[in-house]
């Protein structure tokens, strides 16, 4: 059976390096599983997925001119559970009704309202000079 890709064929760890893992496949060949098609998840050492020795299955990827074979364990694995982006909130739970009535709202709005105007006249009138300051013309 000669190797094409997109097979899928069983193997054995012959190798593991700091960028993949070598495969003995059938018929005396040998393959590179890089660290990348390992798995699904962030893999910093290949050690703490792959052992020699290991009877793997791979899917080949590719074949190059020179005869080097690409492998992936990744693909054969289901697909990772779909992750919400970094912004996105959770969906929010439904709280009890709020206790506040419509009536207190606007009532604080209207007082909060009030407080930030009176701060803002009294910085504006102390930048032109106060009520008592007159501006004569010469």
Known sequence: MALEVGAIV???VSGITNFGAFVQ???G???LIHISEVSNVYVKDVHDF???KDKVTVKVLSI???GKIGLSIKQLMPPPAPRRPAGE???MV???PPTVSFEDKISKFLKDSDDRLLDLRRNTESKRGGRGASRKND
């Open 89 to 91: 909130r959770r969906p």
């Open 64 to 66: 190059d001119e020179k």
């Open 50 to 52: 792959l052992k020699e």
């Open 94 to 96: 439904p709280k009890a």
């Open 29 to 31: 060949k040998v393959g």
């Open 10 to 12: 069983e193997g054995e």
């Open 25 to 27: 496949l059938p018929e």
